[in-house]
């Protein structure tokens, strides 16, 4: 399924308004109060200073769902689980205040025109009004004048998406380029100073120990853990039975066993770790960054249940004490100290390198690996050395035999030859150029968008 979302770039493109960006989301409190008539006067946080009403919220989240669902079909259930719908979200409620702040509108003809083009409610290539009101109810589970709501701010967001882009542009030569970066393959010799193959001269004693821990303490913080009761099901009518409980009452427990909710503990777990029983959810993990122990969240809703939270522990983040921290010490230090034999030894390898006919037995005189790769694209995996696009790009400025300057990866440091370059087809790059300029120009506007949107919640949260 990752390949298929991969193939599909769905971390750049669900109908463009809704680019799944990884940034840090908007903190806000649970997403899922269930008593209407108090949902907008309910905050989850602010945006610009303003409050976020849960309503606003949860009209939201059900916009991107719909959004989501018309865009895979029965794949949804699927690819959910890949989806961050929660920070699509408050995207789409940020993005919507900028585009009134622009005064952007749409007409109803305008989503009357977008709603019937749309082939799910088509019946022998024409809009169907029983397919229509049918899909919206057992498909989407949307009242039709919601879902049209959500298409008049789709068409909004879409105008936005226009007004932010319609400058960018590219020109022929970095058509050529990218063309050239995706169609043409080289191949290359290598020398290798790889840090794993010093590791073992590296025997760092009980003082170098403590003093590099006292230099590099903070690399080894632990973050902060948690521990939470939850009341967890997939009944909103027990869920607010508990609420109204959980007002006069705080034994979890009882509460559950009358109502026959499930309840559970997790145990401590890291900030960083996936919320044992839970898996990983922002949303939750929001709430308890803003609970004090003892304290009980709202209810939050997520796409499968309702949960009910209480913070019963919560450690702070703290540094170990070098005893118990002695081993990952030791593997720090030598990690740190081979990569630096590593860089040593291929700088001090460089000269003999440069002036040798012979790469492969200079490399075996200085104790350095030599290799060499099949044919790679720009974008590539070359096996024991990591991504291709450095060796792509140092490759290609290359002559023949003529050595690259040292080149640092994860792996280790490199100097590579060119063994083969085999050109991308001058025919083949006139007859794709059109379309691949079209491919290029929206992936470049898509990248400046997503940047756009980066900014515009950056500024929300302050």
């Known amino acids: ?31 899922g109060s269930i008593i209407r008539e108090k949902q907008e006067k309910k905050s989850l946080g602010k945006i610009y200073g303003k409050n976020l009403s849960l309503l606003e919220y949860q009209d939201a989240l059900q916009a991107v769902k719909n959004i989501a669902i018309l865009h895979f079909g029965n794949k949804f259930n699927e690819v959910i689980k890949y989806l961050d719908l929660e920070t699509q979200a408050l995207q789409r409620i940020v993005l919507l205040r900028e585009a009134k702040k622009r005064k952007i509108q749409a007409t109803d003809a305008e989503v009357i025109k977008f709603i019937k083009e749309l082939p799910l409610f ?27 709501e959500q298409i008049r701010q789709n068409i909004i967001l879409q105008k936005l998406y226009r007004q932010v882009t319609d400058s960018i542009n590219i020109n022929p030569e970095e058509v050529r380029s990218e063309y050239q970066k995706a169609n043409e393959q080289i191949s290359v010799f290598y020398v290798a100073s790889l840090p794993a193959d010093f590791e073992k001269e590296v025997i760092p004693s009980e003082a170098e120990l403590k003093e590099y821990f006292a230099k590099n303490s903070v690399n080894f913080k632990e973050p902060p853990s948690y521990n939470l009761e939850y009341l967890t099901s997939d009944s909103e009518e027990k869920i607010k039975k508990a609420v109204q409980r959980l007002r006069k009452e705080t034994d979890f427990n009882a509460i559950a066993r009358e109502l026959g909710i499930i309840t559970k503990e ?99 005189q200085l104790g350095l690996k030599y290799g060499s790769t099949e044919l790679f694209k720009y974008g590539s995996y070359i096996e024991g050395v990591g991504s291709s696009d450095l060796f792509w790009e140092k490759a290609n400025k290359l002559k023949d035999n003529e050595l690259s300057e040292i080149i640092e990866l994860p792996s280790g440091f490199y100097i590579i030859k060119v063994k083969n370059k085999v050109p991308y087809d001058e025919k083949k790059f006139a007859a794709e150029k059109d379309e691949f300029a079209a491919a290029l120009l929206t992936q470049k506007k898509e990248e400046h968008f997503a940047s756009f949107i980066k900014e515009l919640m950056r500024k929300a949260r302050q």
């Open 266 to 364: 997790t145990g401590l777990f890291k900030q960083t770790e996936a919320i044992p029983g839970i898996g990983w959810s922002q949303t939750i993990t929001n709430a308890i960054l803003k609970m004090q122990p003892g304290e009980v969240s709202p209810v939050i809703k997520t796409e499968k249940s309702f949960y009910i939270l209480r913070l019963k522990e919560k450690k702070d983040s703290y540094i170990p004490d070098f005893d118990k921290l002695k081993d990952k010490v030791r593997n720090s230090l030598i990690k740190e100290s081979s990569r630096e034999k590593a860089r040593k030894a291929i700088e001090n390898s460089w000269t003999v390198l440069k002036t040798s006919s012979d790469l492969n037995l200079a490399a075996k």
């Open 122 to 148: 088509e019946r022998n290539g024409r809009f169907d009004d029983k397919i229509y009101n049918s899909e919206l109810m057992y498909g989407l589970r949307t009242p039709a004048r919601v879902f049209e």
């Open 1 to 31: 399924m990752l390949k298929y979302l991969r193939r599909r770039k769905i971390a750049k493109r669900i109908l463009i308004i809704l680019a799944a960006i990884i940034i840090p989301p908007f903190v806000f409190w649970g997403s």
